[in-house]
Structures are given as structure tokens and as C-alpha cells.
């Protein structure tokens, strides 16, 4: 789930060249009168000597008589330095394979997800290149080809999910932890109609995304506790383990007109399927424990809509 891939133009602006802390000698440079093997004094020897032998006048150190070659060739690129940064996935191509027997559309559909590094929005895979990516990796065949469109249509579907879930992130925390507490007293279910809608803009500014990752081994915390009580409760709490897991790291706009870099972890979740045979999905959308904002945001949206629910504000409104 949530493959991007960038334009060129929207690529980073590369680092720039490190500098060593120290200045590097120039080549065939002397070294230093201070250095031992530069001295023109006689060495003292240790223990003393007392017999009348001269001391060595050479160099106790042999010098090579020659200078090793040194390669001009150039090295061969890293398999890091081969992925897209902004997605940490390798470029792949939008053409049809020589073995394909199935043609796929090669459009790419426009998400509603503002990138962070230009004044455009992200592009999903078309299906051409869904196609190639799964079967880089082995997880497809030339028989299913006809189902890829049907998969970057739910893949699509799901990413927009995440960001609106992201979006109701923001919505509630980006402008400080007090208005944001004020915010969840209003109940979830309140505002989760807002959400979907999108009726409420975030006040602060729109999120934008600006990179993520995919880490689907890497089980998250909350997801290895579900796990465990899953384990020991197994007719109350027991479910599958997530398929996918992404951290997505959004630009958020504060109040006071400063932008600030939140991680948030996204947990994939399949559910029974509906009784017309339709997938069901649950994504499970929170910003990841990286400092105690994080923490008091999550713990605020909780409280917020235990206490909502449990002062009868519910019935009242």
C-alpha cells in the first residue's frame, strides 16, 4: 500500500559536499618539522649504549620505493543511492513487458495528497506500473494480469482514507494542545462527520505529505500488544496481524505560522469480507510516540470522547 511516485522535477536538492574537519596535506606535501621521522637531530638511543657504535643515520622506517596506483575508475552506485528518497522504493518503468500478454492502461491518477516539496499533488501508480513493482517482487504472475486494475483502484482508496484520517490529525492538534483538547471534547463521532465531509478546513494550513515508507515486517507497538493480548484473550481480543504498515511524514502548519515535521504510523488491517463479497479494510491511523506531544495528542482524542460520551453530551446535543 501507498506507492508514489515522484517527478522529476519535485526530486530534493542534493546535500551539499562534506568538508573534512582538518585540511588534507596536498600531495607529495613534506610533513612537519615536528614530526620524528623529519628530525634532523641525531636519535637518542634506549637503553643508553655504551660501546662506540655510530647511531643509524638513515631512517628506521623503509620507504617504499614506489607510489601505489591509484584507480580513476569511478565506483559503482550503492543500492540506496537507486531509490526514490521520497518514497524509498527503486524507479520503475511504465512500459509493457516483453512477456505480458495483457495490455495495461499507463495513466496515472492525481491523489488529493499535497506534496510537501512542490505545489502539486502526489501521483498513484498507473496499473502498467503496479504490475512491474509486484512483479520485481515476485508477487504476481502473466495469468493475473487482469486483476492489477481492480488492486491499484483499493490501493488508491485506502491511501485516501489514510490522509483523511491524517487530516483529522491535524485538524484537532495543529493548532496547540489546548484548543486541540477543547476540540475532542466534542465527541468523535462529531467530528468524524466533519472528516469525511471535509467541511472544516484545518485552520493552521493544510498538511502536506512529505515522504513515507513502507515496513510491512516491522510490526508497531501497539500492533505487537493487540498481538499478545490476542495471545491471552484469544475469544475477546484475538485478530490477524496487520498486512501492511506504513510511517508517512507530514509538514504540519502551527498556529503560530512555523511548520513542523510529524511521523505518523499506519497499521492495515483486513476485515470479513461483506455479504455482496466486497473487501473490507481497517487502517489504523495515529502520529507515531516520538515526543511527549505526540503522546498527549493521542491520549487527549482518547479522553476526549470517553468523557463526551460519559457526561450524557451525547443525549444532550
Known amino acids: 500500500m501507498g ?6 522535477s519535485g526530486q530534493p536538492v542534493a546535500a551539499a559536499k562534506a568538508v573534512a574537519p582538518h585540511p588534507l596535506p596536498s600531495e607529495g606535501a613534506a610533513p612537519p618539522p615536528g614530526c620524528p621521522m623529519h628530525a634532523a637531530s641525531k636519535p ?10 655510530p647511531p643509524p643515520q638513515s631512517c628506521p622506517v623503509k ?31 511504465n512500459t509493457r513487458g516483453a512477456d505480458q500478454t495483457y495490455s495495461l492502461p499507463t495513466n496515472r491518477e492525481l491523489s488529493s495528497i499535497p506534496r510537501g516539496d512542490a505545489d502539486s499533488n502526489w501521483e498513484y501508480p498507473s496499473p502498467q506500473q503496479m504490475y512491474n513493482a ?10 493475473q494480469t487482469d486483476a492489477v486494475e ?3 483502484a483499493v490501493h488508491n482508496y485506502l491511501n485516501e482514507g489514510a490522509w483523511a484520517e491524517i487530516r483529522g490529525w491535524e485538524k ?16 468523535e463521532q462529531t467530528l468524524l462527520e466533519e472528516d469525511e465531509t471535509r467541511s472544516v478546513a484545518v485552520e493552521s494550513g493544510e498538511p502536506k505529505l512529505l515522504r513515507f515508507m513502507g515496513r510491512p515486517r516491522d510490526l508497531t507497538p501497539k500492533a505487537q500488544v493487540l498481538q499478545w493480548m490476542g495471545w491471552a484473550w484469544p475469544t475477546k481480543y484475538a485478530t490477524e496481524p496487520p498486512f501492511d504498515r506504513h510511517d508517512w511524514f ?15 504510523v499506519i497499521d492495515y488491517y483486513s476485515a470479513p469480507p461483506e455479504p455482496t ?4 479494510f481497517y487502517l489504523d491511523v495515529r502520529p507515531a510516540i516520538d515526543g511527549p506531544t505526540a503522546a498527549c495528542e493521542r491520549m487527549m482524542r482518547w479522553g476526549g470522547d470517553v468523557w463526551f460520551r460519559a457526561s450524557g453530551a451525547a443525549a444532550r446535543s
Open 150 to 152: 481492480s488492486m491499484v
Open 250 to 264: 507530514v509538514l504540519r502548519h502551527t498556529a503560530r505560522g512555523k511548520t513542523k515535521e510529524v511521523r505518523y
Open 172 to 187: 484537532r492538534f495543529s493548532n496547540g494542545l489546548g484548543k486541540g483538547w477543547r476540540t475532542c471534547l466534542q465527541g
Open 63 to 93: 620507504q617504499s620505493s614506489s607510489t601505489p596506483p591509484t584507480s580513476n575508475q569511478p565506483s559503482a552506485p550503492s543500492t540506496l543511492s537507486k531509490l526514490n528518497p521520497l518514497n524509498y522504493m527503486p524507479k520503475l518503468s
Open 3 to 8: 506507492w508514489f511516485w515522484s517527478d522529476p
Open 134 to 143: 509486484m512483479l520485481r517482487k515476485g508477487g504476481i504472475d502473466d495469468s
Open 44 to 53: 637518542t638511543s634506549f637503553p643508553p649504549q655504551t660501546g662506540s657504535s
Open 277 to 280: 463479497g466486497e473487501p473490507v
